[in-house]
């Protein structure tokens, strides 16, 4: 197998952050409860719902499963009773965090339902408040915040100086995905360390093949704000993400990515690409090993398979996988919401 | 022409809102600004903004165009700089409304928009509380209330007593184009004025074929909690939308529809159905002439006509474009805005 590249299973990554969950958990005020909503008979989501449930009992969380829909007994429709379930969640005190197996109606009625989980209580990162935080770079908030529904001003968005929150601040939260394949990338050696924190990914080209809000643009955001050149690319077109400013406008701007319009084709983007992340929910997508960089990284993020069989004739590291770093990024989350709460920042309703 | 149907425009539906609108824009603390932003270079969008900007002059509203993205000289891609203009004109007291026309970047990336336009500049309806409010059949708000991301608690969600709202609430704003075709219903006797106020579509069958979030969900919605029964048809589904409960938790909820899934096929429910409402963006597709009952009323929302040439052979009233009565659900809704804003209930920031 001379000239192959390595495969690189999860299980080594999520190890480092389970033992970070496990230091966390046992600091913290009470055993903190997570409920899954599960409201649709599909099995993927039924599979993942006991996957977590299996994950949270090992490492010491309450996890508690709400049934409705068509995963209850009973002759009740997919998604029946799901924003209720939320709202009943949203209400009790005595959960921390809200997880709902997607999809359940499609992605338009499905982001409805993701404004409706409190956004102290969201573990997966998914409500308006924190994309709009990751979108605008925003990474340290006041969590009183968290109550408004106005959107920061540009003014008070305040300009990262390290890795540590600013007195009075918490870190926001990130939807889970997108972070675990940061931290994948953290883990490999694309960021680099030393180079300062917020700028770590400055000098990487990545292409991201999806522009979903929940894996893709969020994605392409989190690694232009670090510093990457990012494509991102969709069914339909092709943009760069970059935080190096072009204009005298985006000079201006917050320190951010901005998107510009690209011409490249996605060939020329993967041979430009020193990491190739491709979540396209799609059992015959994939992305061709003869198109790829030689000595890239790829990172699969989709339930089916994105890259061809061959991929580490090209690529020096292969990620198969992140769902095992996705769920301790859940739980690092709602360690972090039951802090926001416990340390009394939270308002009383 | 003996048999057929009447065609009816909505011009005369449009001219008593006409009215409404003028009288009140008489007694408004100051002329109304609405900001439109055009982002991308499509032609309907650009000619919709013509069409706004004259409606509003002709009205006296003050309106301002700010083209930013692909609508603007430059060479700047399909909606870039769109967030912006959108943070810009929620800062800025001076204006009042903001509409921007989408579609823009495609629904998810649209709907992520939609939440970063203020609640209280929102003349379409489009964020997230207000949906929450149209789904919960919450009708009267505390404008205060807008300002918390959280949703209103069940416990705190009043019950209908009539049609004005309580002191110390004003009316939520309800998305202008399903608001626009309940009018229309209103208009042609769908609704009956001598029920009570809020069941006023009881006895009524309705379709509605197309479940976007932006029209097919929250017309379903309004016109279920109006009393009505709503086959709600979606490309791969059909539930049925009521407000009678069936089971004893729905007598439990605060009185609002519930969704319940449905075997019948759309050639079923429109065999039933007294009114049919389309909305789909196919050039191609067509609601079959011959499977309507009888002397059904027909209203086409979509810009590609979705009814037969001969749809009036068994249509008793054919409504064939709402977006004249639209127009003005909007300004209608600045003007509750304002108020909202004028009444000192706003908060400062």
Known sequence: MAGKGLLLKADPIAAAFRDEVKASLSNAPRRPRLVGILATSSSPSKFYAEFTKKQCEELGFDFVLKKTGAADTGDLGEGEGVEEAIIEANEDPNV???????????????????????????????????????????????????????????????????????????????????????????????YNKILPYGDRAYGRTIT???????????????????????????????????????????????????????????????????VVVSAVPAADYKVKTEWLKDGCVCVNVAADKNFENDVRDKASLYIPAVGKVTILMLLRNLLRLQQYTSSGRRPAS
């Not at 499905?110 to 997966?124: G, N």
């Not at 994605?219 to 339909?236: H, T, Y």
């Open 96 to 190: 921390d965090g809200i997880m709902v197996y997607y999809p359940i109606f499609g992605a338009q009625q499905d982001h409805y339902l993701q404004q409706v989980v409190s956004p102290y209580k969201d573990v997966e990162g998914l409500h308006f408040k924190f994309h709009y935080n990751l979108y605008h770079n925003i990474r340290f908030i006041d969590p009183q915040s968290l109550a408004s529904s106005g959107v920061p001003s540009v003014a008070s968005a305040g300009v990262i100086k390290g890795e540590e929150p600013p007195a009075g601040t918490v870190k926001s939260i990130i939807p889970c995905t997108p972070l675990a394949i940061v931290k994948c990338l953290e883990h490999v050696g694309v």
């Open 208 to 274: 991201v093949v999806n522009r979903s809000e929940v894996v893709g643009r969020p994605l392409a955001a989190l690694l232009a704000n670090d510093g990457a050149r990012v494509f991102s690319v969709d069914i339909d077109s092709i943009q760069e993400y970059t935080k190096r400013p072009r204009t005298s406008v985006e000079r201006l701007y917050h320190p951010r990515h901005v998107v510009h319009p690209c011409n490249a084709t996605l060939q020329e983007c993967l041979a430009l690409s020193d």
